[in-house]
């Protein structure tokens, strides 16, 4: 599973914009500022270069709690904030009702094998449910979700997470190579040459 060009140009536009906004280059701000409006700014531009799905609304309300932080995104997001923030009713129904049935259906065939379960298949339940609590912690809104939507929220935020990452890998790239081409670092390098 690959992100799509437009999801890649919608991040690079937002992120651009929210670097822009937050005054990253400023010389007056602090490297713990520069370093928070820096993630602030990939987080805002990750969420919302990939729409509507449920860790991305937990993202933008985990980020939100912030006044500042608030500013930031409403001038990242523009008119997507408001969508993003709100609840997203159809999915929070869903899951609950079919956790209500699953339960139900396990308790039933709990008491049914209580007596027929090996010891092996208890431990493998006991595993993959320690595991899953694991995954609900680590996916943004992955609290709220059992089973294979946590698993689908899953897949689409690591494929996210690795388009993120790649491109802020190239951004600082092409950053770096403009600032060895600028006046100024050519002019530090002959200076330094000449004193050799």
């Avoid at 065939?109 to 595991?131: D, F, I, Y």
Wanted: aromatic share 4%; net charge positive; glycine share 4%.
């Amino acid at each position: 599973m690959q992100a799509s060009e437009t999801f890649m140009r919608a991040f690079l536009k937002r992120m651009l914009l929210g670097l822009q906004v937050a005054g990253v280059s400023s010389e007056s701000m602090t490297i713990q500022e520069r370093e928070s409006a820096i993630k602030l700014s990939a987080d805002a531009a990750l969420a919302g270069a990939r729409g509507s799905t449920n860790w991305t609304r937990a993202l933008i309300a985990n980020l939100s709690k912030q006044a500042r932080s608030k500013a930031l995104l409403r001038s990242i997001l523009g008119k997507d904030y408001e969508r993003l923030t709100k609840p997203c009713h159809h999915t929070w129904k869903i899951p609950r009702s079919r956790k209500i049935l699953r339960r139900s259906v396990r308790v039933c065939s709990r008491r049914r094998n209580a007596l027929r379960a090996p010891a092996t298949s208890v431990l493998a339940r006991v595993l993959v449910k320690k595991r899953t609590q694991v995954l609900k912690r680590l996916i943004p809104g992955g609290e709220s979700l059992d089973g294979f939507y946590l698993l689908d929220e899953t897949l689409d935020y690591v494929v996210s997470l690795r388009v993120q990452v790649d491109l802020m890998q190239r951004l600082l790239k092409a950053v770096e190579a403009s600032n060895l081409r600028s006046p100024n670092v050519l002019q530090a390098r002959e200076a330094s040459s000449f004193r050799k």
